[in-house]
């Protein structure tokens, strides 16, 4: 009778055991799920976020873009090449030009400059000039030729006609110079005017934004061109807490697309009045324009057969 009772006994603490253990696995393995879901969860969010985050370098390079950056960088590759390539032209220059507040008749001049080799301290190279007047009438005739280290740095001038009988000594920059002229002789030129394009763009891109406007698919001179338009829609501005008036309303400039050269400038004033047309302040066209044309000493010298210097 007690053999049996410890069979009963013995066989219902093996049930027991048995029951633990399966309740014990099944606590466990709920355990691990639940724990395994809330740890899977923060995982997720942070390796997978909805959107990733902004490069820094583009952010940088969007704050440091400017319109006038892609002009500038045209602007230097011609004049980069005009250094390399071309040692002198001839052209027919078209020369429009307000002196004070006058806008001075259009003069077409026939043109020879030959460049002189660039010096380490030169923003550009120096020049040879000849120039001869050919309209407007009451000007044609008059020769003016700038050969500096020949002359002591001076131009010499004559006009046509019987006042022609006489020509003259100036200084690039005196009064009797630069009458009827918005720039002295020193500064004339393809090479000079891209520099200048360059300096100005450097300038106005300190300054603040600005409007470019780009052209194709017109001509000058039967030469396919872009047109390039920087625009201050704001005469004044503020930089670095003082006010800065802007040199020009708007600046055109004609690209030859196959020979990277200015062939057209044109520079305009803000418009009198509100919606009315910009004033037109100076403009240079250079038709018919022969490159490296193998000009010698002889046509920057007033004793040259073909010129009419007393």
């Known amino acids: ?6 069979r009963v006994w013995t066989a219902r603490l093996i049930a027991l055991l048995f029951i633990a253990t399966i309740v014990a696995a099944g606590l466990r393995w709920w355990w691990l799920s639940v724990t395994k879901s809330e740890v899977a969860l923060p995982q997720t969010t942070l390796t997978q976020p909805s959107s990733p985050p902004e490069n820094p370098i583009d952010v940088v390079a969007s704050v440091l873009a400017h319109p006038l950056d892609e002009v500038l960088e045209l602007a230097r590759e011609a004049l980069r090449k005009h250094r ?15 002196i004070g507040k006058v806008l001075a008749p259009s003069n077409t001049i026939f043109l020879k400059l030959r460049y002189n080799p660039l010096q380490s301290n030169e923003a ?27 002359n002591n740095g001076m131009l010499k001038a004559h006009e046509g006609g019987l006042l022609g009988l006489l020509s003259v000594d100036l200084t690039p920059n005196s009064v009797l110079a630069m009458r009827g ?9 393809i090479e000079k005017l891209l520099t200048k394009l360059i300096e100005k763009g450097e300038r106005d891109r300190k300054l603040g934004d600005c409007q470019v406007v780009r052209t194709d698919g017109e001509t000058i001179d039967g030469r396919p061109c872009e047109r390039i338009d920087v625009i201050h829609p704001q005469k004044r501005v503020i930089h670095e807490g003082e006010p800065i008036d802007h040199e020009f309303f708007m ?49 920057f010298d007033v004793n040259n057969p073909d010129y009419r210097f007393p």
Do not use: C
Request: charged content about 35%; glycine content about 4%.
């Open 124 to 150: 550009s190279r120096s020049i040879n000039v000849y120039l001869k007047f050919l309209e407007p009438k009451a000007q044609a005739g008059r020769e003016v030729l700038f050969a500096p280290e020949r």
């Open 251 to 299: 600046a055109r400039i004609w690209f030859d697309k196959e020979k990277l050269i200015p062939l057209k400038y044109a520079s305009y004033a803000w418009p009198l009045e509100e919606g009315g047309e910009p004033l037109l302040e100076e403009e240079y066209t250079y038709m018919d324009l022969k490159l490296n044309v193998g000009l010698d000493d002889e046509d």
């Open 84 to 98: 390399e390539n071309h040692q002198d032209y001839t052209a027919t220059l078209l020369k429009t030009e307000r």
């Open 1 to 6: 009778m007690a053999r049996q009772r410890y």
């Open 181 to 189: 002229n918005r720039h002295p002789i020193t500064e004339l030129g």
